[in-house]
């Protein structure tokens, strides 16, 4: 039998690893950064969609710059303690970077960010293990926004289906999901079917740093807090 040509061999002295080098790199275009930009931001997200959010990076490039990582790596760039803070006050902003979070360095008056940010809001389907937001309930009978081709994969998904007459009717009622349970994979094929956008990618500022002064954002945060962690 030929060999295919896919077929290759890789050998593991040419993989590339994100280790060490890759870290201090990071580190460095951050601290490089903070002398290009005059204000720094710690900003949440959630349900993450990296083609958006490039679009939204695209939007700011002219005057800003995002990074998004490992929180530690993030957290040695600013410095940890006041102590090896690259500027006066930036170890405040490094305590916040926790869980889904990123960093936001940019020239723009702080006004402009905070619209930026509160306008922000791009609505996706949602994926396996996402929190259902409502319950979707289907009613017993025709299905007319589904071809009769598509009756054995609605089969697969759990609906209770049959061909009539060359539609698709649901022989009893169905519940697709339940508001605050997570999605099985089944329940999220069948809401991207019916159109159904339940994820809300969103970013939140929680803290501001600039050379005079320190805002957190975030209900519930406060200095305390950070002084105390």
Not at 60 to 87: P, T, Y
Not at 136 to 153: A, C, R, S, V, Y
Request: hydrophobic letters at 35%; proline letters at 4%; charged letters at 30%.
């Amino acid at each position: 039998m030929p060999k295919s040509k896919r077929d290759r061999p890789v050998t593991l002295s040419k993989t590339k690893k994100k280790g060490r080098e890759h870290k201090e790199l990071i580190v460095s275009a951050i601290k490089q950064a903070l002398e290009n930009y005059d204000n720094a931001y710690v900003f949440t997200f959630e349900n993450m969609r990296n083609h958006k959010l490039k679009a939204f990076r695209d939007q700011m490039k002219a005057s800003s710059r995002f990074f998004l990582g490992s929180n530690k790596v993030m957290q040695i760039s600013l410095g940890k303690s006041a102590a090896d803070e690259v500027k006066p006050g930036l170890h405040k902003l490094a305590k916040f970077l926790r869980g889904d979070s990123g960093l936001l360095l940019t020239t723009l008056p702080k006004e402009e960010v905070e619209r930026l940010f509160a306008q922000f809001e791009e609505h996706d389907f949602a994926r396996t293990g996402s929190i259902a937001t409502e319950k979707i309930e289907l009613k017993q009978g025709p299905l007319d926004q589904f071809t009769h081709e598509m009756e054995p994969f609605l089969r697969k998904q759990g609906l209770p289906v049959r061909l009539n007459k060359g539609e698709v009717e649901l022989i009893s009622d169905f519940v697709v999901c339940e508001e605050g349970k997570p999605l099985s994979p089944e329940s999220s094929r069948i809401l991207r079917l019916l159109g159904i956008k339940m994820a809300t990618f969103r970013l939140q500022l929680v803290c501001r740093w600039s050379p005079d002064d320190f805002d957190v954002y975030r209900e519930g945060l406060d200095l305390s807090d950070i002084e105390s962690s």
